[in-house]
Nanobody
Framework: QVQLVESGGGLVQPGGSLRLSCAASRSIFSINRMGWYRQAPGKQRELVATITIGGSTNYADSVKGRFTISRDNAKNTVYLQMNSLSPEDTAVYLC??????????WGQGTQVTVSS
């Protein structure tokens, strides 16, 4: 089992920045891949960014160059730095952990609202 707790969401103006954090209940050394997804009202959940145990990253085209995913193994935490935010980035952001042979685990999500 892996419990995930997200934090860092909030209201930000267009062009602003936020940093999301996802704290895991156990060492992330044993988690093959961690990532961030988002879900806007009336839309399907979509991948934002992932990072593997080896540090390889993957981003949705819509966030490339603006968002950066990173992990701090010592703190069992994954971050999502979001810059140049636009209203289209408004969504609930969910942390995901994928453990080989165990499957996916999800956090409760944190709301990000981009509005003037």
């Amino acid at each position: 089992q892996v419990q995930l707790v997200e934090s860092g969401g909030g209201l930000v103006q267009p062009g602003g920045s936020l940093r999301l954090s996802c704290a895991a209940s156990r060492s992330i050394f044993s988690i093959n891949r961690m990532g961030w997804y988002r879900q806007a009202p009336g839309k399907q959940r979509e991948l934002v960014a992932t990072i593997t145990i080896g540090g390889s990253t993957n981003y949705a085209d819509s966030v490339k160059g603006r968002f950066t995913i990173s992990r701090d193994n010592a703190k069992n935490t994954v971050y999502l730095q979001m810059n140049s935010l636009s209203p289209e980035d408004t969504a609930v952001y969910l942390c995901n952990a994928y453990v080989l042979l165990r499957g996916d685990y999800w956090g409760q999500g944190t709301q990000v609202t981009v509005s003037s």
